[in-house]
């Protein structure tokens, strides 16, 4: 999926009310103790 995609999805569940948690793909899973978080960053629209 591409950014603007999904930014689209997160779009409408934030329209509707939604609470979102967008993680990177490397984060889900396995154990990588080397991942830090980000800093939070706008979206495109």
Known sequence: MSHVGSEAI???FLDQGA??????????GGDNPDIEP????????
């Open 10 to 12: 997160a779009k409408q």
């Open 19 to 28: 609470t979102l948690w967008v993680l990177r793909t490397n984060q889900i």
């Open 38 to 45: 980000i800093a939070p960053t706008q979206f495109g629209w």
